[in-house]
């Protein structure tokens, strides 16, 4: 025992550590749990730190960016009130990790829609949407899906909504009757094969659709959905343009009209959507926005 104590103290004199007791490796990185958070107004979620290298640890000191909006205790974030925040890690030596924090006003809502695809394109746009976990509501041509049916049902399976915008974009006031209610069953046919379900919404072609049109081809199943901003991407194919033309006219409860064939609207909704949250908007499909205007979604109605 006398030897044991004899080696102990020689060991601590000479600054070592015993075995078991080593002295931890310095922080050279930290990775939070989760990079973004969304939470309702008195939610919390805990964030988990995580040192690199291996066995690596240090003293972590939290502060959030708003505290108006949440809070950060120990890594638990408290969401107070709508807005963003980020909060911070950071180590004693001056290592840090982020997380962007969005806590949703439930009555800001917007639903993006998307007209004309399936193209290949709309597999970028796709990508877009999952990383900022925004749902949005898909208005397809049947010839399209026809020809693309693995990327309809992408669309479908990501949790997003899919509507009919007719088998070929012919305007539906300008062809006989019968013609109009082919393009109606026939599209709405295509895009249930692909995707294993029927779609209730439809998006006339030029969104000519009239009161008497729209009741009678309503028995046919749908209802009709039109839109409150249109930045003409289908014109002026440049980014920014569209974007500046969204966020100059956007209101809570509209719907966009957009179109997933050009990249340049894929860029425009990259800055779009963080923007609009940053305002406090929350993403929502077209039924969704139906739901919560207290809205009639009855076959044969035409929505705005």
Not at 89 to 101: D, F, I, P, R, S
Not at 125 to 150: C, E, I, R, S
Request: glycine fraction near 6%; include cysteine; proline fraction near 5%.
């Amino acid at each position: 025992m006398l030897k044991r104590l004899l080696l102990l103290a020689m060991i601590l004199a000479l600054g070592l550590a015993p075995l078991g007791l080593a002295k931890p490796q310095p922080v050279k990185k930290i990775e939070l749990s989760q990079s973004s958070l969304t939470l309702d107004v008195g939610i919390s979620e805990e964030l988990i730190v995580s040192f690199k290298p291996s066995g690596a640890s240090s003293p972590v000191h939290w502060k959030s960016s708003n505290e108006d909006v949440a809070t950060v205790d120990e890594g638990v974030v408290r969401a107070l009130s709508p807005g963003q925040a980020t909060i911070t890690a950071k180590t004693k030596n001056g290592k840090t990790a982020k997380c962007a924090v969005t806590v949703p006003d439930k009555d800001k809502v917007v639903a993006l829609t998307f007209d004309d695809g399936p193209v290949a394109n709309t597999r970028k746009m796709l990508d877009v949407l999952k990383q900022h976990d925004v749902k949005a509501t898909f208005f397809m041509l049947g010839d399209n899906v026809a020809a693309n049916p693995a990327i309809a049902k992408e669309v479908f399976d990501a949790g997003n909504e899919i509507g009919s915008h007719s088998v070929d974009h012919k305007s539906l006031q300008k062809i006989a009757l019968k013609d109009a209610k082919w393009q109606v069953t026939h599209s709405l046919d295509v895009i249930e094969e692909a995707i294993g379900t029927r779609p209730t919404l439809m998006r006339a072609p030029y969104g000519a659709i009239d009161k008497d049109l729209a009741k009678v081809l309503g028995e046919l199943g749908p209802t009709f959905v039109q839109w409150s901003v249109d930045p003409r991407d289908w014109k002026d194919r440049d980014a920014d343009t569209v974007y500046l033309r969204i966020m100059d006219k956007v209101k809570p409860g509209q719907i966009v009209l957009m179109h997933d064939l050009y990249s340049s609207t894929t860029d425009a909704v990259k800055k779009l959507i963080p923007a609009l949250k940053k305002k406090g908007y929350t993403f929502v499909t077209v039924s969704e926005l139906i739901e919560k205007r207290g809205l009639s979604d009855t076959a044969g109605t035409i929505i705005f």
